[in-house]
């Protein structure tokens, strides 16, 4: 079945860096536009940033512009995001999505199970 | 504050009918692109629910139901059942952002 398997968060001091992984299954990773969205405690969804199926295009909501990179490795069926400069209003439950439609009007399916990042002193 | 604009809260009596709008802009809904639907359970990643604005994925039960027109967008639940107690979310596509946006979420309550 298709799954999605994130990891990587944690507690992390604000200015310092993290990299989250998700691990795909169970379909054809490299055909896949791939999503991260984030939810901070209590709050509603946020999408942050999609990278297309071979990589060649990545975009990212304007918040973490200039400190988030999404990249992916087909060989390994991973995605990644790499966070640095970490800010208190980053602190949220990440998830990794597989895309679905095209790549200007993408709806997201399915979800991973998340991972907590903190970043607090 | 949300780029789509949806109320805070809804609830519904078991077996009654409610609806979720989701409101948005020229940018977005109003531009043609497509609204999407989330379910999201008490500690439970979300999970699709509607899309296209009102196609059902497989195993999605055909009481729940999605519309589109203008600038703005609903999802009906008909029947309603204790289990459908959840948050749910619109997304779509916004081109001034280049990017995907949600709206603020919806909490359902069966009372």
């Known amino acids: 079945q298709v799954q999605l398997v994130e990891s990587g968060g944690g507690v992390v001091q604000p200015g310092r860096s993290l990299r989250l992984s998700c691990a795909a299954s169970?379909?054809?990773?490299?055909?896949?536009?791939m999503h991260w969205v984030r939810q901070a405690p209590g709050k509603g969804l946020e999408w942050v940033a999609v990278i297309w199926y071979d990589g060649s295009n990545k975009y990212y909501t304007d918040s973490v512009k200039g400190r988030f990179t999404i990249s992916r490795d087909n060989s390994k069926n991973t995605v990644y995001l790499q966070m640095n400069s970490l800010r208190a209003e980053d602190t949220a439950v990440y998830y990794c999505?597989?895309?679905?439609?095209?790549?200007?009007?993408?709806?997201?399916?399915?979800w991973g199970q998340g991972t907590l990042v903190t970043v607090s002193s | 504050q949300s780029v789509l604009t949806q109320p805070p809260s809804v609830s519904g009596a078991p077996g009654q009918r409610v609806t979720i709008s989701c409101t948005g802009s020229s940018s977005n809904i109003g531009a043609g692109y497509d609204v999407h639907w989330y379910q999201q359970l008490p500690g439970t990643a979300p999970k699709l629910l509607i899309y296209?604005?009102?196609n059902r994925p497989s195993g999605v039960p055909d009481r729940f139901s999605g519309s589109k027109s203008g600038t703005s967008a609903s999802l009906a639940i008909t029947g309603l059942q204790a289990e459908d107690e959840a948050d749910y979310y619109c997304q779509s596509y916004d081109s001034s952002l280049s990017g995907s946006v949600f709206g603020g979420g919806t909490k359902l309550t069966v009372l």
């Open positions: 296209g604005n009102n």
């Open positions: 999505a597989r895309s679905g439609g095209s790549y200007r009007d993408p709806w997201f399916d399915p």
């Open positions: 169970g379909f054809t990773f490299s055909s896949y536009g």
